[in-house]
């Protein structure tokens, strides 16, 4: 296996290795998280991280890695050893970095029943997870977006808690479980839910690098590491070491960083203007002020080491919903921090008190060469450089049709989150708003089924449950303290959320640019793009004018592609109703074809006064007629009137009958009652 690629040979993303430095330096820190484009490095780094790490003194023979200074963060095997009078020898050995798979279950990620000492000895003995195989080491998770919802909730809640504790299949344990908790992954794919997001406590924003240089570097650096690994390691080997020194120090020193209360009024002053939500972001910022201290060798907070530190605490906090732009620059937080001085004028000189925290690594002393902060005295210069940009923007790649008026977004408001009955069909897409069954091996264990001679995701405690009335006779046969039979095996039963398709159908004409129609239809699809984010469903954008309609924005997972398609729809000319009906239609079919498993709902934006057809029918006569496909796939559809109630002459109730789909206005948009019908169409597609 070739050597890691050297973390200090990684060109620019300085950003991101300050993050993962200072997570390394105090791991109570929380983790981060590190979004951004294919390509960027995100994996490299957060495998490069643990190389830096010093070795680790160890219980020899425990498979959690306990710390022999701290029993009380043993495990239940250690303490159980040390009250029968053993005395526990130490080790040393390197520090680990396990790799969470996107694939990975929940009884893989906190540990279950050892089925084979069960089978063969008739004991219940715990089987180690990842979480313990990640004890005091690097947990690193890839496409942490892609996870179950309940396997990142599992990982988070350990993080915080330090432990794992097991209470499954009638086996009580518990464990230490103290890691780095990386995770990355790329916004275009999904993004995790807020309450999971505010989790992490460190959050890094990354793009490709611009400069033609840099990019020269990365492609000499990584042709080098490709034709000699090890040659190329050699060369940067003394840049790791410092590195490696730098932070065992920091980590001895961090204890005797020291904070006043000006500093802790300074904090909350800043959480508080900025109006993050809980109190999480606080502690985050003091701690990676306190490891950044320590880092530049220092007993005492400066503003320097608070501003870097609510610089990679704020990003992903700062959002109150996930279609929000959100752009802070280092130097409104200079401003901040600035105004919480003056509000809270305390001498700065009184210090609180020092953090207790572990200690990992010996002092070697060393100066690290490829420290990722300039001198506090130039970083005031930077005052107005974005450094903190949640989305990103992108230059725009031109409109999709010459001509037209540009149209702003209309108000858009949170519609509460939409929650559907169990499906009776077995699925393997995965969503969330829609509970399903499912044939993977992921999701929420709810019920067994017998399953003769098929071991595969079996239902222990249902197996031994179906053995144990015939134990007495099996073991006068084979002597054996618990004898299993291919007829006795049981296959979990799984529920989980299925995935929908929503194809977002827009009227772009003229008619739609009266009275701000457009603007508000902009709006509407702005609050049901917001849904649809937390929801984890397929988004697709149809529009239709002129004389034809568009497919906009293929479906994707992506809520941001579809935000930015939506920005850019100018309106203008007729309306081919018709026409947008035929292609929303191709595009679902198309759709179900390729992801048989998928719930698709159309919701279709319009007036409902179509004047171009595509056949030789009347407009509306040939809209109808196309609308009745929808019911005969069985495809369920939702239509929105955006009509003015003062001059609606019923167009659109006509269509949404064609369709046979409820037709609601703008204002009824925002209503609950609403959102329980359409909570009401997505039930009604489950059989």
């Not at 925290?357 to 130039?378: F, I, L, M, N, Y």
């Not at 071991?455 to 222990?460: E, K, N, T």
């Not at 239809?521 to 239709?544: E, H, I, N």
């Not at 609606?648 to 949404?656: E, R, T, V």
Request: hydrophobic share 40%; with cysteine.
């Amino acid at each position: 296996m070739p050597p890691i690629f050297p973390f200090t040979a990684i060109v620019g993303q300085e950003r991101m290795k300050r993050a993962l430095t200072l997570n390394a330096i105090h791991p109570q820190i929380g983790g981060v998280l590190i979004r951004g484009e294919r390509g960027t490095a995100k994996s490299t780094a957060a495998r490069a991280l643990a190389a830096l790490l010093p070795e680790i003194e160890v219980v020899a023979d425990c498979a959690f890695d306990c710390d022999p200074d701290r029993p009380a963060t043993w495990c239940t095997e250690c303490h159980e050893r040390a009250e029968m009078g053993e005395k526990l020898t130490h080790t040393h050995r390197r520090t680990r970095f396990v790799d969470l798979p996107v694939s990975a279950t929940e009884d893989r990620v906190v540990g279950t029943l050892d089925i084979e000492r069960a089978i063969q000895k008739g004991e219940r003995r715990f089987e180690p997870g990842v979480l313990a195989a990640a004890n005091r080491g690097v947990l690193y998770v890839d496409e942490v977006n892609l996870l179950d919802d309940h396997v990142v909730d599992l990982l988070l809640d350990a993080a915080a808690m330090g432990i794992n504790v097991v209470e499954r299949e009638g086996i009580s344990f518990s464990h230490p479980a103290r890691f780095i908790l990386i995770g990355t992954m790329n916004p275009e794919e999904g993004d995790l839910r807020p309450q999971l997001l505010d989790r992490f406590a460190l959050c890094v924003d990354i793009q490709g690098i611009r400069d033609p240089a840099a990019r020269m570097a990365i492609m000499e650096r990584n042709l080098a590491y490709e034709t000699n690994s090890e040659e190329f390691c050699a060369e940067w080997a003394s840049r790791e070491q410092a590195l490696s020194e730098e932070i065992a120090r920091a980590r001895d020193l961090l204890p005797e960083v020291g904070y006043s209360q000006s500093d802790l009024a300074t904090i909350a002053t800043m959480m508080s203007e900025l109006g993050v939500d809980g109190h999480r972001a606080d502690l985050v910022v003091l701690k990676a002020a306190r490891a950044h201290a320590a880092f530049e060798r220092r007993t005492r907070l400066s503003d320097h080491d608070i501003l870097l530190a609510a610089e990679l605490a704020l990003p992903h906090r700062l959002k109150r919903h996930p279609l929000q732009e959100t752009e802070v620059t280092l130097g409104d937080l200079s401003e901040r921090l600035a105004e919480a001085r003056t509000q809270n004028p305390v001498e700065t000189g009184e210090e609180e008190g020092n953090e207790a925290t572990e200690v990992v690594g010996k002092k070697k002393g060393a100066s690290g060469e490829t420290r990722d902060e300039e001198p506090p005295a130039e970083r005031t210069e930077v005052a107005r450089q974005p450094v903190l940009q949640t989305i990103p923007q992108w230059p725009s790649e031109g409109r999709w049709w010459e001509g037209g008026e540009e149209v702003a977004v209309g108000e858009n408001f949170s519609p509460r989150r939409l929650d559907t009955p169990l499906d009776r069909l077995t699925r393997s897409s995965g969503g969330r708003r829609s509970q399903t069954r499912t044939d993977r091996k992921s999701g929420r264990y709810v019920q067994a089924r017998p399953s003769p001679g098929d071991p595969s995701d079996l239902a222990f405690d249902a197996t031994l449950r179906a053995a144990a009335p015939h134990q007495k006779e099996r073991r006068r046969e084979g002597g054996l303290a618990l004898a299993l039979c291919p007829d006795d095996y049981q296959r979990k039963v799984r529920v989980r959320r299925a995935a929908n398709l929503v194809l977002f159908v827009v009227d772009a004409s003229w008619s739609m640019a009266v009275a701000e129609r457009m603007q508000a239809t902009k709006g509407a699809v702005m609050s049901l793009l917001t849904d649809a984010y937390q929801q984890r469903d397929r988004v697709g954008l149809v529009v239709f004018q002129k004389n034809d309609a568009r497919v906009v924005l293929p479906p994707t997972n992506s809520v941001e592609l579809a935000r930015r398609a939506l920005i850019d729809i100018p309106v203008g000319g007729k309306t081919p109703l018709s026409a947008g009906l035929q292609a929303a239609h191709e595009v679902i079919i198309r759709e179900l074809r390729q992801h048989p498993d998928l719930m698709p709902l159309m919701v279709l934006l319009t007036d409902g006064a179509g004047n171009v057809s595509m056949t030789n029918l009347p407009p509306q006569e040939e809209s109808y007629r196309i609308a009745e496909m929808f019911p005969q796939s069985h495809v369920r559809s939702v239509v929105i009137n955006m009509e003015h109630e003062a001059f609606d002459q019923g167009l659109a109730q006509a269509l949404a009958e064609h369709l046979e789909a409820p037709c609601y206005t703008l204002a009824e948009l925002k209503a609950e009652a609403l959102l329980r019908t359409v909570r009401g169409e997505l039930a009604e597609q489950l059989p």
